[in-house]
């Protein structure tokens, strides 16, 4: 793959919209760690912790392009990237285990490690989008990297109020996926024989999970009742509204007339 190769940028393009999909929140997770420590402290947290975990993600990137070039493990990483994708549009990642330290050596720890922990969808995503090129991988990274770490809040707040970008990332990842699974040495030679199956089961397989990721947005998340009149609250929502087995609630009517449940002691 030459530099001036289209299939060059549009892999770096990839591993570039990857690495914000997956990484936006790293600006939360920096800051998490960081908060309690003082205004002067906090600049050199940010920046060893960072420095730390770019480190050990590319480390760990690096390693996994060279594995995946080991026959059967691109068709595993592309079933793994396959939830990967799911689960960007379906999970709301949560912050509450990120500890804040007060000294700065433990603060830069809690950085790395939660960077370590929660990077892995990144690496099999990056390592799969870019088709076993190294090269890819630094360049991706020290394109991606400033962005995620100066704009990233800025990123989440784009996703928020525009939903589609999460789905145009989850795509992404779905077509790498598609693209990881007939790509193995095991498949490779049959699939470049029948370059028509391959597109179609690329194609079923980004469509598969926008169509499964849209299905559980809509209907994955909505309240059932039984025969005696009892609602079925589904664990998402008992999760966001903070629910708890002694709450009790009132029906109400809101200022559109609709009927609520307002929580009234417990």
């Known amino acids: 793959m030459e530099w ?3 299939t060059f940028f549009t ?5 570039i919209l990857i690495d914000l999909v997956l990484a936006g929140d790293n600006a939360i997770v920096i800051g998490l760690a960081a908060r309690n420590l003082p205004k002067e402290n906090q600049k050199k947290a940010i920046v060893w912790g960072t420095v730390g975990a770019i480190a050990i993600r590319a480390s760990a990137t690096l390693v996994v392009v060279w594995l995946l070039k080991l026959p ?7 079933l793994i990237l396959i939830w990967i994708a799911y689960k960007l549009l379906v999970d709301k990642k949560d912050h509450d285990n ?8 433990p603060a830069i720890q809690t950085i790395i490690v939660a960077d370590a922990v929660m990077g892995f969808d990144n690496v099999v995503a990056v390592a799969g989008a870019s088709h ?3 090269l ?7 394109i991606s990297v400033p962005i995620m770490v100066w704009g990233s809040t800025l990123f989440i707040r784009w996703m928020e109020k525009f939903p589609w970008i999460m789905y145009i990332g989850a795509g992404v990842l779905a077509l790498t996926a598609g693209k990881m699974l007939t790509e193995d040495p095991l498949v490779h030679g049959w699939f470049a024989a029948n370059p028509v199956v391959k597109w179609i089961l690329v194609l079923l397989v980004v469509a598969g999970v926008l169509a499964a990721g849209l299905w559980r947005k809509m209907f994955g998340s909505l309240v059932s009742i039984n025969d005696k009149g009892q609602l079925t609250i589904p664990q998402e929502l008992v999760e966001e509204a903070n629910i708890r087995i002694d709450d009790s609630f009132q029906a109400q009517r809101d200022e559109k007339g609709r009927l609520v449940l307002v929580k009234s002691g417990g």
Not at 72 to 78: D, K, V
Not at 98 to 105: G, P
């Open 72 to 78: 059967a493990l691109l068709l595993i990483g592309g």
């Open 11 to 15: 892999a770096l393009l990839s591993i």
């Open 136 to 142: 890819l991988v630094i360049v991706g990274l020290l």
């Open 132 to 134: 076993g090129s190294f």
């Open 98 to 105: 990120i500890q804040a330290k007060n000294r700065l050596w």
């Open 4 to 6: 001036l190769d289209p």
